[in-house]
């Protein structure tokens, strides 16, 4: 079974950064895909960042340029560093994870496996 636990959330003024990190444990695969999910109130969960296996990395648009995602398979953690943060990014962030003998990762959908607890995110002006 695998368990995913996030962490690292926080309030924070706009502007400034925040990393976010999921523990994994319980993997016994080494195809996977992994991606950063969040939820503002009255909003449709969004996904923000994924990464592959391969370490190929993917984001919406929304996140682009500010957000990297990225894992240390050392610490089987990922981590979402969020730099120039908005007050729209303002959510519950979530980590999501699949895994497998051979997993597509085509986008964050593919990661829609195992989720985390959450953690939440808030940006003020």
């Known amino acids: 079974q695998v368990q995913l636990v996030e962490s690292g959330g926080g309030s924070v003024q706009a502007g400034g950064s925040l990393r976010l990190s999921c523990a994994a444990s319980g993997y016994t695969y080494g195809s996977y895909c992994m991606a950063w999910f969040r939820q503002a109130p009255g909003k449709e969960r969004e996904g923000v960042a994924t990464?592959?296996?391969?370490?190929?990395?993917m984001y919406a648009d929304s996140v682009k340029g500010r957000f990297t995602i990225s894992r240390d398979n050392a610490k089987n953690t990922l981590y979402l560093q969020m730099n120039r943060l908005n007050v729209e990014d303002t959510a519950m962030y979530y980590c999501?994870?699949?895994?497998?003998?051979?997993?597509?990762?085509?986008?964050?959908?593919?990661?829609?496996?195992?989720w985390g607890q959450g953690t939440q995110v808030t940006v003020s002006s």
């Open positions: 990464i592959d296996s391969d370490g190929s990395t």
């Open positions: 999501a994870a699949r895994t497998g003998y051979w997993v597509p990762c085509r986008g964050p959908r593919d990661a829609e496996g195992y």
